[in-house]
């Protein structure tokens, strides 16, 4: 009796595993669903807090560039709370084409003074919208340029401190044209 069992488990043999199937599976559905994944990206910007123009001044520091969101209007101080330009609202929002433009040129006229500038203070109201704050930091960052028949972002203002508008509009010592 023994032997007989002995027998019978001799002629069996393992089966083999067929993972073809699978296989041709994962490889149309890996594809499938990489090119149905949306990737997102993160952009970190570091954020400092904004000098004071006393501290400036004590520290020794280079005059401040700031622009104020208020609440129909961006203004453009140099040095913190010299007037250089205002720029209204156009159809309730934000004209950042113009802003844009006028700190470039602000930017080639401090360059062309020997002062390379690269911070910037950005002052909005409490009452101003993340999505605005985070549109303006772009437009302050860097414009978009034509170079070699091709477009590039440009470095502006990169460096950026962010903090509280105030409240009353400051008292404008003068209009300074750079």
């Known amino acids: 009796m023994y032997a007989k069992r ?12 067929d993972i073809t199937a699978f296989m041709n599976l994962m490889i149309v559905l890996v594809p499938v669903l990489l090119l149905g994944m949306v990737f997102s990206q993160i952009t970190v910007i570091e954020l400092k807090l904004p000098r004071s123009a006393i501290e400036s001044e004590l520290a020794g520091h280079e005059k401040q560039l700031e622009v104020v969101m208020e609440t129909n209007r961006l203004v453009v101080n140099y040095p913190t709370g010299v007037l250089l330009r205002e720029i209204p609202n ?55 340029a034509v170079i070699a028949a091709s477009v ?16 009353e509009p400051p008292h404008i010592a003068s209009v300074n044209n750079l």
């Open 6 to 17: 002995q027998t019978r488990h001799k002629g069996h043999q393992d089966a083999e595993l």
């Open 90 to 144: 156009i159809e309730g929002s934000r004209d950042l084409k113009t802003l844009s433009t006028f700190l470039q040129q602000v930017k080639r006229q401090l360059g062309e003074k020997g002062i390379q500038k690269k911070d910037i203070s950005l002052l909005a109201m409490k009452s101003t919208s993340y999505q605005e704050i985070v549109t303006l930091m772009d437009s302050v960052r860097s414009f978009q």
């Open 152 to 167: 590039v972002n440009a470095e502006l203002f990169p460096e950026i401190a962010l903090g509280d508008a105030p409240m």
